[in-house]
């Protein structure tokens, strides 16, 4: 949405539909603060002139489309429960603004860690050296995130990113385009490991993503997510853990001698998961780590022993 041609309105005009739109927000229970991020995506605002509502004199404020589309927009957000995401199409994260779409999960605030925990990994390993350079994976990458999350936090590796989407694949790419990473990250489409069998155990890291949700439980989230995020990011089978199971059995014969198995899951999956990792009998130093709400979010394990 951001694409369109730039228009111009007042600020009374911008007043006037914030203040319609803060009302119509707390009449369908949306978050009123939501009004105000789209203004700063769009017409460029910042934090104090919306709060001192400076904005109102100003003859001109330029915008990224129409009051009207706006408008528009917005009843979707609050009839549809588009997400306010897409409707921006933008997203922060990390230090990072992503472009997203329906075509993508929007990149969630908890998933930030998981490229600090890949750096950190790095650090524990005593085997394997230089695991900062060579062939990192994104399994699942989306809107591209993590892999550009990867690309930012280790300079001297080579990002690889898979999904099986590619229309995800499209942001994806236009993400690391925007943000620089263009040169340092390679994607490929299909359908997790397969893309990538030249480089067989070869590989530094793998972080993932994967789809986690139970699919009876899919049904079952907010509207937000549930009518508009695609499913095939979501659904993880009957106990969620298909696709984790997957990585498990086959990630051992990409990965080389110490490198770092690192996914997220949902809540409650911490046990099984180290289960399933010990059971397979190819990982070590398995350990469960916790988001910043303290749900244990994140899985990682090493391929072989290390030090």
Not at 153 to 166: F, M, Q, W
Request: charged share 20%.
């Amino acid at each position: 949405m951001a694409d369109q041609q730039p228009q111009v309105v007042s600020g009374l005009q911008l007043w006037q539909w914030r203040n319609q739109a803060i009302q119509a927000a707390i009449a369908a229970a949306v978050p009123p603060l939501e009004v105000d991020w789209l203004l700063q995506e769009i017409a460029g605002l910042d934090r104090l002139s919306l709060r001192l509502e400076s904005f109102k004199d100003w003859v001109e404020v330029p915008i990224t489309i129409s009051l009207r589309d706006l408008e528009q927009l917005w009843q979707k957000r609050l009839r549809d429960r588009l997400p306010v995401q897409y409707i921006a199409g933008v997203t922060p994260w990390r230090n990072f603004k992503l472009a997203v779409s329906s075509a993508v999960l929007i990149p969630r605030p908890e998933t930030e860690c998981i490229i600090d925990l890949a750096v950190a990994a790095i650090a524990q390993n005593q085997v394997a050296q230089s695991l900062d350079q060579g062939h990192w994976v994104d399994l699942g990458t989306g809107s591209g995130a993590i892999a550009i999350g990867l690309a930012d936090g280790l300079p001297n590796a080579t990002i690889h990113a898979v999904d099986y989407s590619n229309a995800a694949l499209e942001i994806a790419q236009t993400n690391a385009k925007n943000l620089g990473f263009a040169d340092r990250i390679h994607f490929y489409q299909g359908s997790w490991w397969e893309p990538l069998t030249t480089l067989k155990g070869q590989i530094s890291g793998m972080v993932s993503n994967p789809p986690y949700i139970p699919t009876e439980t899919v049904a079952t989230l907010e509207p937000e997510v549930k009518q508009h995020e695609p499913h095939l990011a979501l659904d993880g089978g009957a106990d969620g853990l298909d696709d984790i199971r997957h990585l498990i059995e086959v990630s051992p014969s990409y990965l080389r001698p110490g490198g770092v198995w690192l996914i997220e899951m949902m809540a409650g999956q911490a046990g099984a998961v180290r289960e399933l990792l010990q059971n397979q009998g190819s990982y070590s130093d398995i350990q469960i780590h916790s988001d910043l709400e303290g749900v244990e979010r994140f899985a990682l394990a090493y391929v072989g022993n290390r030090g």
